[in-house]
């Protein structure tokens, strides 16, 4: 009767869930301020002010009916203009409102381009480390997830991915600023991996799409944050206001396609077609006005920023070997024992909340969410210490 790849999903909660449902027994036991959790990607810095202002001024201006009612199942029309020519402004690709759609975040823009591009027996290729929810969209699509370990400084490796991508390979699936390392891609790797994708496309006979997945795109320390599709015309960013905006709860973002995307029409009807056959039409009115007045703003990444310098500095003096991160909000640091899951054991003695890396498809590794209040991480720093003096010499 029921589904059992369904049930199978819904029956197993994700590493980080887990995690977090841990922490959140743990508090009642102990006291929420005697845990150290750092499981959960959950923007602990308030939306910007334009975002409380917005809202108010569309409470106060437009009639209820309005305001709550349905929008075009593709979003607002006015809404999908602001995004083009947002990204025509910023980024110089001359995106029409015709290929944007308003999503419920990037977990709904990944799944309905997925969707709309997967055929039977495709492939996707993603960088691994990476954000374990592709293998279950991409399964979910009817499609195969393909992994391409990045390099050892969690960069691009061009070989790699040249070895992944097969004549099945329908598109391959970038992240930067990256969950979990913090990467950002540089100008040098996306002209590279631009020439990579060309000259498969070419030798396959078939156009391989660069999807985008960009929750992260405004929340760096100073790096520059190239735009794929300024290099690759068939790409396809799939962005969301959760992260950038601290809006995780109210789920709103966009699929946005280049024009010169190979077939970028019958793209977009197909990305409507998934919309409408996953029910996800009609992304949330009110934030859809919202977003489209705060568009390239962001939160203040400078809480982040602190917060990152502060664990960096503790943790690599204490001995642990950090990946500076140069975007969103995770710091990935290397498990002192090779078994990271059995270092998360020991991390959880001190009531550390940290993620094992075998969850973003790699071993050895541990990620660190630190969007969280500073004063966790402060009192979270004798833990550390602790653990250091315990593991590092193990
Ligand atoms: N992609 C990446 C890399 C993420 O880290 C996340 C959320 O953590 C998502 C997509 C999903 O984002 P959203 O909450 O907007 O659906």
Known sequence: ???????????????????????????????RENVFDFSLGNPSVPAPDLVREEIARLLEELPAQ???????????????AAVAEYINAAFGVP?????????CGAAA?????????????????????CFPEYKVFVEGAGGVLKEARADEAFHLDLAALEAAITSQTKAVIVNSPNNPTGVVYDEAELTALATLLQNKSAEYGRPIVLIADEPYRELTYGAQVPYPMAYYANTAVCYSFSKSLSLAGERIGYIAIHPDCAQAKELFAAVCGAGRSLGYVCAPALFQRVCAKCLGQSSDVGAYKENRDLLYRTLTEAGFECVLPEGAFYLFMKSPIPD????????????????????????GYVRISYCVEKDIIVRS??????????????
Not at 109 to 129: K, M, N, Q, W, Y
Not at 343 to 351: D, G, I, P, S, V
């Open 1 to 31: 009767m029921i589904n059992e790849n369904m049930q199978r999903l819904g029956s197993k909660r994700s590493v980080i869930r887990e995690l977090f449902e841990y922490g959140n027994a743990r508090a009642e036991a102990i006291g």
């Open 66 to 80: 309005t305001l709550h009612g349905y929008t075009s199942a593709a979003g607002l029309p006015e809404v999908r």
């Open 95 to 103: 995106v029409s409102a015709d290929t944007v759609y308003m999503t």
């Open 109 to 129: 823009s990944l799944t309905i381009l997925l969707h709309a591009l997967c055929e039977a027996g495709d492939e996707f290729v993603a960088i691994t480390p």
């Open 340 to 363: 990271a899951v059995k270092f998360c054991e020991l991390a959880k003695k001190h009531e550390l909340l940290l993620v094992p890396s075998d969850t973003f498809g790699i071993e």
């Open 381 to 394: 720093l004798p833990a550390f210490r602790k653990l250091a003096g315990e593991t590092i010499l193990l």
